[in-house]
């Protein structure tokens, strides 16, 4: 592999990317070093994801400092096909914002090292007028020039596809997460059942139910509890503008006493919670680019209750066999799922053993080793 000097655009820190981040630095530490990574980020911190903890540590990183809506630096950047003796690679998340438009636009222009990274984008948003027109004659011409298009999964490949870019250049590469961080998990949770506790059902992440759908769970729990007594907890770890409705909505059902709200977890006050609960429960009932949140609950061994438009339980939930989905807003139908495991907490385990399984099929380095192999030119597996 020749030197290469890599710089990956992103949106902001988070836990998702930060340990493959962390991984590709490692191997620069070493004489023989073969990738310098570089991560610029768009903004520095997500105002509906209040993390206190780093995600900047460990490898070498910026912030964009825009002027007139760029950041100029970046554009700079890309002109060229060597620096510093080392040939030039660009990742790209997303097109959605100026900084990303004009990186593309000069790296298609010269037939620069570029690959292209996204999640799911949403088909059945409507787009009129110029605009439109604009940018699907734009992203064509960008997907016949990148070297890659990298997809979240294989909905996010699919939808690609559609879009006009070439199947042979699509890339499966998913968020990643460190599965060896949840193993305790799993342990945990096979001690706690043999003391015949609660169920406990986990739902993370923003507390607003037009994205989320905490409301749907709740009705859900509501209906399920009428087909089924077996005791539950319902635990919603994260923070939003819908906590008060959320409350009010569990104490008009009736579910006050087993609905808890957690407020916003740091990532290992959030591994804690995973290892305490027996099933996760995600009812996105709007379109959901991935969610890693999934990816998190699976490593952890739990069982998937999630919607049919939440893009990583489409990718990777098997109904029956490491989960179950159900139509987007439909109560009832999550509310038999709910039952069903209610009354058979057997399944609940075997479930989770399953999600556990499939998690470890995408561990850490397989995502080091994709990218390595993109940039070698390699085929991919």
């Not at 987007?328 to 058979?344: F, V, Y």
Request: hydrophobic fraction near 40%; charge should be positive.
């Amino acid at each position: 592999m020749e030197p290469v000097i890599l710089h990956w655009i992103c949106d902001a820190p988070s836990p998702y990317n930060a340990q493959l981040f962390k991984s590709l630095a490692a191997d620069d530490q070493s004489a023989a070093a073969q990738l310098d990574l570089w991560v610029h980020y768009r903004r520095s911190a997500i105002s509906s994801h209040p993390w206190q903890s780093s995600f900047t540590e460990g490898y070498n990183c910026r912030t964009f400092r825009h002027i007139l809506g760029v950041d100029w630096k970046t554009i700079r950047l890309s002109f060229g096909q060597r620096s510093r003796g080392r040939v030039k690679w660009f990742i790209v998340g997303g097109w959605n914002h100026p900084t990303a438009w004009l990186t593309l636009l000069s790296l298609c222009v010269q037939r620069g090292n570029v690959i292209i990274w996204t999640d799911t984008p949403d088909q059945s948003r409507v787009r009129r007028g110029f605009r439109q027109w604009a940018r699907s004659i734009f992203l064509r011409w960008v997907f016949t020039r990148a070297r890659f298009i990298m997809g979240t999964g294989k909905p996010a490949l699919h939808a690609l596809e559609l879009m006009g870019a070439p199947k042979a250049k699509l890339v499966n590469f998913p968020c990643w997460i460190d599965e060896r961080s949840y193993l305790a998990s799993v342990e945990e949770r096979a001690s706690r059942r043999r003391e015949g506790r609660p169920i406990v059902f986990l739902s993370s992440g923003l507390v607003q139910n037009s994205r989320k759908g905490h409301d749907v769970a709740l009705r859900s729990f509501a209906v399920a509890r009428g087909y089924c007594g077996q005791p539950f907890e319902y635990r919603i770890a994260g923070s939003g503008p819908d906590e008060g409705a959320v409350r009010s909505l569990a104490e008009s059902l009736g579910l006050q006493d087993c609905v808890k709200l957690l407020g916003w977890l740091e990532p290992e006050e959030l591994i804690g919670q995973l290892a305490q609960a027996d099933v996760f429960i995600h009812p996105s009932p709007v379109h959901e680019p991935y969610g890693v949140a999934v990816l998190e609950a699976m490593a952890a061994g739990l069982a998937i209750l999630a919607s049919d438009r939440t893009c990583a339980a489409i990718d990777r939930i098997i109904p029956g066999v490491n989960g179950e989905i159900h139509k987007s807003g439909d109560h009832e139908a999550l509310a038999i799922h709910i039952s069903s495991l209610l009354s058979a907490p057997n399944e609940i385990a075997r479930l989770g053993e399953a999600a556990a399984s499939t998690a470890s099929q995408w561990p850490l380095a397989r995502g080091k080793s994709k990218i390595k192999n993109l940039i070698c030119r390699e085929e991919v597996s």
